[in-house]
C-alpha cells in the first residue's frame, strides 16, 4: 500500500463548478501538506501548503487537512479552463525546505468552458 | 527572476546507451533535488543535495545511476547503461531551506527521456 493515495481521475467539471480533490495516507509522521499543480509537459508548481490540519484559503482554492482522518482536501471554487491540470498532493513530516516530498499520483483535471 | 533551468528537455536514446541530464537551480538555492517521474505517477525522491553533499541518496539505483553537483551548484544525473523501464520525466527542483516552514521546492520542466 502506498502512503499515499489519489484518485487518478480523470475529472471533468463544467467551468464555474466548485471542485474537490482528495488525498488520504497512511504515515501519521506526515506534518506539513501541499498541493501542487502540473500543466502539461511543465513541471509542478506549489499551489498550497499547510501545516497541521486545519484550513488556509487563497483566493479561488481552500486547502483542508484532517489529521484525525489522514485525509486531505483541495478545493476549488469557480473553476475556470485554465485550472485544467493534474494536480498533486505532497506530504512530508518536517520542514519541507530540505525533507523529502512524498507525492500521490495527482489527479487529472479538465474543466470544460 | 529566472526558474530551475534543465537540458535537455527531450532526449530519445537506445537501450544501454549512456545519458546525461543537467541542471542549474535557482540562484542561492543550496538544496537541489533530482526527482522521477513516471507517466501518470507523482515525482520520487531520487537525491537530494545540500550544497555539495548527497545528503539522501536511499533511492538512487546505484548500479546504473550517478549524480554529482561540484561547486554546489549544478548538478549533473547521469544514466550508464539505460533500460527500457528507465524512460520517464526526470525533474529537478531547488530550495533554500532556511529551516522556515515556507521553503519552497521550485521545479524545473523536466526532461522526458525516451529509451528504445
Known amino acids: 500500500q502506498k502512503e499515499v493515495e489519489q484518485d487518478p481521475g480523470p475529472l471533468s467539471v463544467p467551468e464555474g463548478a466548485i471542485v474537490s480533490l482528495n488525498c488520504t495516507y497512511s504515515?501519521?509522521?506526515?506534518?506539513?501538506f501541499m498541493w501542487y499543480r502540473q500543466y502539461s509537459r511543465k513541471g509542478p508548481e506549489l499551489l498550497m501548503y499547510?501545516?497541521?490540519?486545519g484550513n488556509k484559503e487563497d483566493g479561488r482554492f481552500t486547502a483542508q487537512v484532517d489529521k484525525s482522518s489522514k485525509y486531505i482536501s483541495l478545493f476549488i471554487r469557480d473553476s475556470q479552463p485554465s485550472d485544467s491540470a493534474t494536480y498533486l498532493c505532497?506530504?512530508?513530516?518536517?520542514?519541507?525546505?530540505?525533507?523529502?516530498?512524498?507525492f500521490g499520483t495527482g489527479t487529472r483535471l479538465t474543466i470544460i468552458p | 527572476e529566472a526558474g530551475v533551468v534543465q537540458s535537455p528537455r527531450y532526449k530519445i536514446i537506445e537501450k544501454k546507451q549512456p545519458v546525461a541530464f543537467w541542471c542549474n537551480p535557482i540562484?542561492?538555492?543550496?538544496?537541489l533535488y533530482w526527482y522521477l517521474q513516471n507517466l501518470g505517477q507523482g515525482p520520487e525522491l531520487l537525491i537530494r543535495?545540500?550544497?555539495?553533499?548527497?545528503?539522501?541518496d536511499s533511492q538512487l539505483p546505484k548500479d546504473r545511476f550517478s549524480a554529482e553537483r561540484l561547486k554546489g551548484v549544478d548538478s549533473t544525473l547521469k544514466i550508464q547503461p539505460a533500460e527500457l523501464g528507465d524512460s520517464a520525466v526526470y525533474l529537478c527542483?531547488?530550495?533554500?531551506?532556511?529551516?522556515?516552514?515556507?521553503?519552497?521546492?521550485?521545479f524545473g520542466p523536466g526532461t522526458r527521456l525516451t529509451v528504445l
Open positions: 543535495y545540500e550544497n555539495e553533499e548527497a545528503v539522501d
Open positions: 540562484s542561492g538555492h543550496n538544496t
Open positions: 505532497a506530504m512530508s513530516r518536517a520542514n519541507f525546505g530540505n525533507e523529502k516530498l512524498t
Open positions: 499547510t501545516y497541521s490540519s
Open positions: 527542483a531547488s530550495s533554500q531551506a532556511l529551516g522556515g516552514a515556507s521553503d519552497t521546492q521550485y
Open positions: 504515515n501519521s509522521a506526515f506534518q506539513y
